[in-house]
């Protein structure tokens, strides 16, 4: 019962966030920081233990700096909320999914993956890869089970391990460029851009990233792999499918539509936009589709157990936001880059590669992704280093998606290997040759277009 309050207050906390970007108020904004407060306590209670240490620690370094800068109160307190915008996606953006469940949508599409086996040769890697790329950049890392359970039911026959390793892949092409991914968000907010002046640039990465996944095809496999084989029997509706698909992709395309719309011109962010959109865009939906009643019990319902479900994020979020803070009154930033820049001596592939191995090698600690690239954003000004906003940008988004897929604490890795019944080191190990491969393919691709002048 107590984490279903704490779900309802994450909810609440999320809502007086966006209200006071309308409509600014220092009493609003230190009530929903209380409110984050609160829930930061109850997410260090809840974490295991190598997360706990990691925040006790960041908490610890960040009230110090407080501290020694004599920081004002109210400040400190603000700072609990800095990170609920990153929050909001985690925990609105799942409504969208929530709308398409209920809708049928995503039964007719296994439906339709079915109904094609039977007339077409079956592609259970390629298509498992197209579906997490494309429905995973609408509901983040919970596609990942869902593309597995529709995959799952839907081939007659596949590898298990080699299927959910494609799917774990398709996840990280949706973080390169997807408005709706947390990362992207971040990024957005971080160096005050906009979708488009980076959204291109990562769609481009995506494809040379995809480039690189069918290159590393043949080497995929696992030794031991079940094989999976089914027999699937359903009851054909051609007509109703046909119908329930063509609704869901007018769906996914007014939603997409309205998104770049609003940002074009709307003066907030992307992330506000989607956050808005995932509260009233399903419910108008269905509304329309007569559904409604039934969508309102099953998101109340996401809500009041979502606490259950994203406590550690809530309460990483939330520190990553209080640190980086903290770190913003200090001169730890000039310092780091002043270290960068001896390092690098001003050559951009070098600092490429410092700021990606960074990432990476503080993913394989258990550091989370938000707070190596929160503290590297705050510490590492982009025209210190001859570079723009937008490269940096895009640096970082290249950053975070190499270091979640080579970190065995990441929620994707530990996913994946959940599925797989391999431990997390295993999937890492199997992935990592891949990973360094495209680490230096996208220095190569980020240093040319610096280069050309793209970014």
């Known amino acids: 019962m107590i984490q279903r309050y704490l779900g309802v207050a994450a909810f609440i906390a999320v809502i007086l966030y966006l209200i006071s970007i309308f409509y600014h108020s220092d009493i609003l904004h230190a009530f929903y920081s209380t409110i984050a407060g609160l829930l930061l306590l109850f997410s260090i209670y809840k974490m295991n233990i190598i997360n706990r240490l990691i925040v006790v620690l960041l908490l610890m370094i960040g009230s110090v700096l407080f501290l020694f800068y004599e920081v004002s109160v109210f400040v400190v307190l603000k700072s609990f909320g800095e990170n609920l915008n990153l929050i909001g996606l985690f925990l609105l953006i799942p ?191 269905a509304y329309m589709i007569k559904l409604f009643q039934s969508y309102i019990h099953e998101a109340v319902r996401h809500i009041t157990h979502s606490f259950e479900r994203l406590y550690n994020e809530i309460g990483i979020f939330i520190t990553a936001g209080f640190f980086g803070e903290a770190l913003s009154h200090s001169n730890v930033g000039e310092w780091l880059s002043n270290v960068v820049l001896q390092l690098s001596q001003g050559v951009i592939p070098v600092f490429v590669v410092i700021l990606m191995m960074t990432a990476m090698l503080l993913a394989l600690l258990g550091i989370h992704p938000v707070i190596i690239v929160l503290g590297l954003g705050n510490s590492l000004t982009p025209e210190h280093f001859g570079v723009t906003p937008a490269f940096m940008g895009v640096l970082l988004l290249s950053a975070w998606m ?45 240093s040319l277009m610096k280069w050309l002048q793209l970014l």
């Not at 971040?186 to 160096?191: D, F, T």
């Not at 089914?230 to 769906?251: C, G, I, R, W």
């Open 402 to 446: 190499l270091a979640v897929q080579i970190s065995p604490f990441s929620g994707s890795v530990l996913m994946a290997s959940n599925i797989m019944r391999e431990s997390p080191w295993n999937v890492v190990r199997k992935n990592s040759f891949f990973i360094v491969t495209l680490m230096v393919i996208m220095t190569f691709i980020l």
């Open 95 to 285: 409504l969208f999914g929530t709308l398409m469940s209920e809708a049928g949508y995503l039964k007719a599409l296994q439906t339709f993956l079915l109904q094609r086996e039977e007339n077409h040769k079956a592609h259970p890697y390629r298509m498992g890869y197209m579906l997490t790329a494309a429905m995973g950049s609408l509901l983040n890392l919970g596609s990942m089970p869902l593309v597995y359970n529709i995959g799952y039911d839907s081939f007659s026959s596949f590898e298990n391990k080699k299927f959910t390793l494609m799917l774990l892949r398709g996840f990280g092409f949706c973080m390169l460029w997807s408005p709706y991914f947390v990362n992207v968000g971040l990024i957005l907010v971080l160096y005050d851009l906009s979708w488009g002046e980076i959204g291109g640039y990562g769609i481009v990465l995506a494809f040379i990233y995809t480039g690189v996944v069918i290159l590393f095809f043949p080497f995929s496999s696992f030794a031991n792999d079940k094989q999976v084989v089914n027999a699937p029997s359903f009851q054909k509706d051609p007509e109703q499918t046909k119908s329930l698909l063509q609704s869901f992709l007018l769906y996914v395309a007014i939603l997409l539509l309205f998104s770049f719309i609003m940002e074009l011109i709307l003066p907030v962010n992307m992330l506000t936009i989607v956050s808005v959109l995932a509260i009233v865009y399903p419910l108008i939906w």
